[in-house]
């Protein structure tokens, strides 16, 4: 109770416009163990608990699964090479879940025909049946049309999701804060001043952490201007051996979205920067995000 009532204090102070970065670091610590299964409140009181390194939550389950989809599509279709059924990658079950996992019901519907939960059985019964020959290839044993028309539809994507984005993630707050009496629901609205700080602040968390996943490769997450409406995100970048081009591939993609324009938030030193990987960064409590200096 004594936790709850410094809570609630912090709250007060939400509410009243009296934004402190102190304020929002000890409500994320506090409330990761009082979420109740709300993924991003979780997620981002773990980031704020280990800056540095993750190796686990949904940014690390995201990143996984897209270095999964991206290794595969690097080593079959970007390097025009076929996806031959009698001669399967290792992983291959494992990149046909991603994929299912990330497809929405439309793309299912209208590539296969079928409701989520028939190819769900069908993708679960090929991959019972995938097989290591004595030659150390990897087939599908009994294979039917359906598992050839099933294998290359899950392989015709690689689908780009981030793990979250800002509106997911204050929602997701204010619930918390409401289920533990941190906030009543006449009060909601007074934290609407809010989402922008906190949006930016969970950047700031995130920025130069090193996701580490469970065969040893690792991303770096870094804070970016999207080119395409100037909005701030943070990416994953990894890098890849490219066979076809003999030579590492470096790539980012985003794990968290912001609506919020780098033209409005940020000083002209900031934008104009190329990039921000080697910049520590801050964010305020008026809602910018500055150089820590």
Known sequence: MAMLSDLRIR????????VRNEDISRLLLDLRDLSGGRDTVREMGDFEAHR???????VTATVSDFFTQFQFHLSYTLADRPVIIDDL??????????????????????????????????????????AKGSDGRFFIEAR?????????????YLIVQPAFDEARLFDEFVDTLISNNLLKNGERSSLASTKSVLALYAVACMHRCVIVLKDGKQAKLEAFI??????????????????????????????????????NCCDDELRQAPQW???HLESTPGGRLIKLA
Do not use: M, W
């Open 89 to 130: 990658p290792s992983d291959i079950a494992t990149v046909l879940r991603v994929t299912f996992s990330k497809l929405n019901d439309d793309i299912l519907k209208e590539r296969t025909g079928l409701e989520r939960a028939v190819v769900k059985k069908r993708l679960d019964s090929l991959c019972e049946r995938i």
């Open 144 to 156: 039917t049309q359906e598992d050839a028309e099933l294998l290359k539809c899950l392989t015709g």
């Open 52 to 58: 540095r390194e993750r190796n686990k939550g949904v």
């Open 277 to 279: 990987s080697e910049t």
């Open 226 to 263: 999207d080119s395409s409406f100037g909005k701030i995100q943070v990416g994953a970048v990894g890098s890849f051996f490219s066979k076809k081009h003999g030579k590492n591939a470096s790539i980012k993609f985003p794990v968290y979205e912001t609506e919020q324009l780098a033209a």
């Open 11 to 18: 709250v007060e102070r939400l509410i009243r416009g009296d």
